[in-house]
């Protein structure tokens, strides 16, 4: 057997096993998540079951025969996540641009006096870093 052949059975070998161990795992979960509900005296009282989106602990949900609703606050967090990526490097240039005018103070002067011929009934508008609280 070459060397390419047992990299290949041997990475087979670990596909089916990490396949039989999430069916095990998803069965374990299950049960213990039937048990639960009959200590608890829960049977036939569960409208759903709200879980983060994770591939074992929804399948163990459904597996039960449970209705299954991802978190909102989770579906909330990734769109914003995501929406933050997509404007990222946006971000980053406007980042650099309140930086250089708080580093030159020839530019920030200049700005300023930009600002007053542009709007002279207004204050000058400051311009911030971003602060993550």
């Known amino acids: ?23 095990v795992n998803d069965i374990l979960l299950t049960t213990d998540l039937k048990r639960c509900i009959s200590e608890w005296g829960l ?6 079951v709200v ?6 602990i929804t399948n163990a949900v459904c597996i039960a ?7 909102f606050v989770l579906t909330l967090k990734l769109v914003a996540h995501r929406g933050i990526c997509v ?12 930086r250089y005018f708080h ?4 530019a920030a002067e200049k700005l ?11 204050n000058a508008v400051k311009l911030k870093n971003n602060l993550i609280t």
Do not use: F
């Open 1 to 23: 057997m070459t060397s390419l052949t047992r990299s290949a059975t041997s990475l087979c070998c670990s596909l089916v096993y990490s396949s039989v161990l999430s069916i």
């Open 43 to 48: 049977e036939g009282k569960i409208q759903a």
């Open 51 to 56: 879980t983060y989106n994770v591939a074992n």
């Open 65 to 71: 025969g449970l209705t299954h609703l991802l978190c």
């Open 87 to 98: 404007i990222k490097p946006m971000h980053d240039r406007v980042q650099a641009t309140v």
């Open 103 to 106: 580093h030159s103070t020839v």
């Open 112 to 122: 300023h006096s930009l600002q007053q011929q542009m709007r002279p009934e207004h």
